[in-house]
């Protein structure tokens, strides 16, 4: 399995931009999809963003549309998620996922992944 790990969360203000990545290591990061997750306390894990191995497909949850960029190095094994305009409803915990989708699948489930990181805690104050 791949070890992801996620960086770059924080506190901001409301308005203000945050990219946080995940790096994945242990195996190749080919042709893996990938997803951000984030979760806020009393409620369920919820699909931000995904990213199929290639890059050539893309999903956003309807919140975050125009607000978050989703992209990927996979030169890097990194995945990125570019948070603009943020707004206080973002506060939460925001996972990594990655599940092996050679034929360009892009999931958006929590059940369709298998690999996991621990978290990044991302604060966005009012």
């Known amino acids: 399995q791949a070890q992801l790990v996620e960086s770059g969360g924080g506190l901001v203000q409301a308005g203000g931009s945050l990219r946080i990545l995940c790096a994945a290591s242990?195996?190749?990061?080919?042709?893996?999809?990938m997803g951000w997750f984030r979760q806020a306390p009393g409620l369920e894990r919820e699909c931000v963003a995904a990213i199929n191995w290639s890059g050539g497909r893309t999903y956003y949850i309807n919140s975050v549309k125009g607000r978050f960029t989703i992209s990927r190095d996979n030169a890097k094994n990194t995945v990125y998620l570019q948070m603009n305009s943020l707004k206080p409803e973002d506060t939460a915990v925001y996972y990594c996922?990655?599940?092996?989708?050679?034929?360009?699948?892009?999931?958006?489930?929590?059940?369709?992944?298998?690999?996991w990181g621990q978290g990044t805690q991302v604060t966005v104050s009012s």
């Open positions: 242990g195996r190749t990061f080919r042709g893996y999809a």
């Open positions: 996922a990655a599940d092996f989708r050679p034929n360009g699948e892009l999931p958006v489930v929590v059940g369709d992944y298998d690999n």
